[in-house]
Structures are given as C-alpha cells and as structure tokens.
C-alpha cells in the first residue's frame, strides 16, 4: 500500500515539473520581455504647448522586440508541428503568449517612436516659426565708460560731488618766460 501511493505521488510530481517548466520559461520571458513597453517613451500629452521635451526616439527596442517574437513565434510553431516533443497544451500555448507579448511590445514601441518623431519635428517647426517672427533687437553700441558718460536712463550713476574745502587753493604755477627765438646770422 505505501509503494502505491509513492506512485501516486511521483506521478503527481513528474505532471507538475513537466507543467512547470514551460510555465517558469514563459514567465522568464515575460519578465525579461517586453522592453519596448517599459523603455520607450512617446511624447508627453501637452508636447503641443512646451518648448523642450525629450522622448525615445531609438527603434533599437522596438525592434529587438519584433525579432524576439518572431523567433518565439517560430520555435512555437516546431513546438506545435513535432508531435513527438509535445507533451502538453502548456508546451505551446506559454511560448505562444510570450510571443504575442514580444509582438504586442514591438508594435506599441514603434508606435510611440514614430509618434515621438512627429512630435520632435513639430517642435523643429515651432522653432524655427517663432525665430523668423520675431525681428532681432536694434543694434545699440555699448557705451564705452572711458571715453563718454552713458546717455541718462533715469537716475544713472552719478561721480559724487568733490568734498567742500575751506583753504584757499595753492596757486597756480606760472609759465616759464618765453625768450624770443635768435635770429640766423647772415
């Protein structure tokens, strides 16, 4: 009676290693796909309204996505057409949805990309309309602070007054006398 139910058991555990395999493999594949849903950003919502913003733009992703599905794709296919490995529905049903989820992945990641470039050409766009629309300011040369006062903006810096000095001034030198030049002999 013990040896029959060892059976029983071993049984039941040979069923679940050989349903859990497939379901471990695709939730490692869930776990590790998908780069394009967690890694790509479109643009945001109010792109329309803001002078700067950054999006994904690299197809790198998007496509690595589409190329994993399609191998995933394929390998389901052998999966399902070689019924000699085929021991469960689990066999091509979890590679089937890790595929579609690389698919699904890879289409939305292209999506966002194509949408992040239309936005990045539109703000281009914006740009360059909002330069041409707007003349330059007029040329004004700088007033040079040596040579002349800057023109009176109201209230501009002012040289402060010179003390008040209650002594005489010392004063002035006097020229030296000019003697007449002497004249050439003849």
């Not at 939730?27 to 394009?36: D, E, I, K, R, V």
């Not at 919502?45 to 700067?52: G, R």
């Not at 040289?159 to 008040?164: E, F, K, T």
Request: proline residues 13%; hydrophobic residues 40%.
């Amino acid at each position: 009676m013990t040896s029959d139910s060892c059976l029983v058991t071993s049984r039941r555990a040979r069923g679940f290693r050989g349903a859990a395999g497939p379901v471990l493999l695709g939730l490692a594949g869930l776990a590790s796909g998908g780069c394009s849903l967690l890694f790509v950003d479109g643009p945001p919502a109010n792109h329309q309204s803001l002078p700067y913003f950054d999006c994904s733009s690299s197809r790198l992703a998007p496509v690595t996505d589409l190329v994993l599905a399609g191998l995933e794709g394929i390998g389901t296919f052998a999966a399902y057409s070689d019924g000699n490995g085929l021991r469960s529905d689990s066999d091509v049903i979890v590679p089937a949805l890790v595929a579609a989820l690389f698919a699904a992945s890879g289409v939305v990641g292209l999506q966002r990309v194509s949408r992040c470039d239309e936005a990045k050409s539109l703000l281009m766009m914006r740009s360059l309309e909002s330069t041409r629309r707007s003349p330059p300011p007029p040329f004004r040369p700088a007033a040079d602070p040596w040579l002349a006062p800057a023109p009176a903006l109201g209230g501009g810096w002012r040289a402060p007054a010179a003390p008040a000095d209650d002594r005489a001034a010392p004063p002035a030198p006097s020229p030296a006398p000019v003697s007449p030049a002497p004249t050439p002999a003849p």
